[in-house]
């Protein structure tokens, strides 16, 4: 059975940092792309970041650029999604997603049960 | 980026009824296009990837159609656990990107 389970979520103030991890199992993690997606309070969906199955390739939304930086340990089948200087704007659920396939743009066949972020002073 | 636009924002139906959601994307994205269901306070669930393909496990009263720019989806009898919040999203590249979703309702 597939898992994902994020964890680090949390309150931080603006222009501080978190990390995000997320346990994968159940799969073949180095198989496929993962990706970040968040969801502010209320609002819809936001794809966030992505990466390859190697971790050689990420790819990023423009309103993180810069800020949020995605790895991969292949050897421990987790995820992570370092973010630096944030923004009340940053504050959402972040959810883990599995890809369909290798491709980093390919659909999310299985999703996390998502860690809330919230920037506030 | 490509835009992604759902119609209705909000819908109201009862159970039995025959429902159909609509998104447009503002160019031409093949058949890279996928559909999610959304209930309060979890996460979303792929229901159809590739326009039209279901995704396993799926009950068969889900089906989307649709390629280039306009797509849909239709749930040909609702049932109750189907009230629910539905997002369409583009991946034909990067950055994928969603509707802003429809929200279907009790009536």
């Known amino acids: 059975e597939v898992q994902l389970l994020e964890s680090g979520g949390g309150l931080v103030q603006p222009g501080g940092s978190l990390r995000l991890s997320c346990a994968a199992s159940?799969?073949?993690?180095?198989?496929?792309?993962m990706s970040w997606v968040r969801q502010a309070p209320g609002k819809g969906l936001e794809w966030v970041s992505a990466?390859?199955?190697?971790?050689?390739?990420?790819y990023y939304a423009d309103s993180v650029k810069g800020r949020f930086t995605m790895s991969r340990d292949n050897s421990k089948n987790t995820l992570y999604l370092q973010m630096n200087s944030l923004r009340a704007e940053d504050t959402a659920v972040y959810y883990c997603a599995k890809a369909f396939s290798t491709s980093a743009t390919s659909p999310w066949d299985y999703w996390g049960q998502g860690t809330l972020v919230t920037v506030s002073s | 980026d490509i835009q992604m636009t759902q119609s209705p924002s909000s819908l109201s139906a009862s159970v039995g009824d025959r429902v159909t959601i609509t998104c447009r994307a503002s160019?031409?994205?093949?058949?890279?296009l996928n559909w999610y269901q959304q209930k309060p306070g979890k996460a979303p669930k792929l229901l159809i990837y590739a326009a039209s393909s279901l995704q396993s496990g799926v009950p068969s009263r889900f089906s989307g159609s649709g390629s280039g720019t306009d797509f849909t989806l239709t749930i040909s009898s609702l049932q109750p656990e189907d009230f629910a919040t539905y997002y369409c999203?583009?991946?034909?590249?990067?950055?994928?990107?969603f509707g802003q979703g429809t929200k279907l309702e009790i009536k």
């Open positions: 990466i390859s199955g190697s971790g050689g390739s990420t």
């Open positions: 999203q583009q991946s034909y590249n990067t950055p994928p990107t």
């Open positions: 160019q031409s994205i093949s058949n890279h």
């Open positions: 159940g799969f073949t993690f180095t198989r496929y792309a």
